[in-house]
């Protein structure tokens, strides 16, 4: 059983950036969800256990970046340039080794974390 703890959420002004942490209980790949209110969830960006590779959504692709810190088996979201349109609970996940856009091949979630951008 992984355990996921985020922080980072808030309340943000359109063009700022916000960075969300995710640690988990053990070494394993991550990702980055979000889900707007009545809305699917979304893959974002992921990264694999080793932290040699990654993988983004088109829709953040150059604004968000996912890196990793191993030490603290914490990974973050840096997110730039955020709009209304970013406005979201955003999750971790984490999985044992292949990484997946589709949320339910990820069975180990954070709590999620209310991104709000205003205008």
């Known amino acids: 059983q992984v355990t996921l703890v985020e922080s980072g959420g808030g309340l943000v002004q359109a063009g700022d950036s916000l960075r969300l942490s995710c640690t988990a209980s053990e070494r394993v790949t991550m990702a980055w969800f979000r889900q707007p209110l009545g809305k699917e969830r979304e893959f974002l960006a992921a990264?694999?256990?080793?932290?040699?590779?990654?993988y983004y959504a088109d829709s953040v692709k150059g604004r968000f970046t996912i890196s990793r810190d191993d030490a603290k088996n914490t990974v973050y979201l840096q997110m730039n340039s955020l709009t209304s349109e970013d406005k979201a609970v955003y999750y971790c996940a984490a999985r044992p080794h292949a990484i997946f856009t589709t949320p339910t091949a990820w069975p180990y979630w954070g709590q999620g974390s209310q991104v709000t951008v205003s205008s």
């Open positions: 990264i694999n256990w080793t932290g040699g590779r990654t």
